[in-house]
């Protein structure tokens, strides 16, 4: 996992070969409609905006095909970050949907607006808590 504010994500670009499009879209983000837009090589992003909810109402995921990078452009949000093996699976991995739900502890990520969170494959996660609207970028790189 990797946290860091969006004026540093230059830094990462090197971090692997396809972040340079992911980067690009959030560096030049100035607002879309909330929907998934394909950008190139599989990298994919989600905007989403929503009220963030009670801890209680969130659950744990993962996924295996792809990298999360999880970017609050406004609004505040805490995400839940775990090591897997830290976890227990409540429903096993979907390899059609990319995606298994677990259930435990972890420790609590408060991100701002400006802030971003890289998620890999062994990094499972709890987004969306907190109060108040967010909008946030989920951009998915292939692994």
């Known amino acids: 996992m990797i946290r860091d504010k969006i004026e540093n994500i230059g830094q990462y670009e090197g971090s692997h070969p396809l972040f340079r499009i992911a980067f690009a879209y959030l560096k030049n983000y100035?607002?879309?409609e909330v929907g998934k837009y394909h950008l190139d090589n599989g990298v994919f992003a989600?905007?989403?905006?929503?009220?963030?909810?009670?801890?209680s109402e969130c659950t744990w995921e993962a996924?295996?095909?792809?990298?999360?990078?999880?970017?609050?452009?406004?609004g505040q949000e805490?995400?839940?970050?775990?090591?897997?093996?830290?976890l227990t699976i409540t429903v096993p991995y979907n390899p059609e949907k990319d995606i298994s739900f677990y259930e435990g502890e972890g420790t609590r990520q408060e991100l701002?607006?400006?802030?971003?969170l890289i998620l890999f494959p062994w990094d499972t996660h709890k987004?969306?808590?907190?109060?108040?609207?967010?909008?946030?970028?989920?951009?998915?790189?292939?692994?």
């Open 78 to 86: 805490t995400i839940c970050t775990a090591y897997e093996n830290n």
């Open 112 to 116: 701002n607006g400006g802030e971003f």
């Open 30 to 32: 100035q607002g879309a």
């Open 127 to 143: 987004p969306g808590i907190g109060e108040g609207n967010v909008e946030k970028i989920v951009v998915k790189i292939p692994y």
């Open 46 to 55: 989600m905007v989403q905006r929503y009220t963030a909810k009670q801890e």
């Open 63 to 74: 996924h295996k095909k792809y990298i999360d990078i999880q970017y609050i452009v406004s």
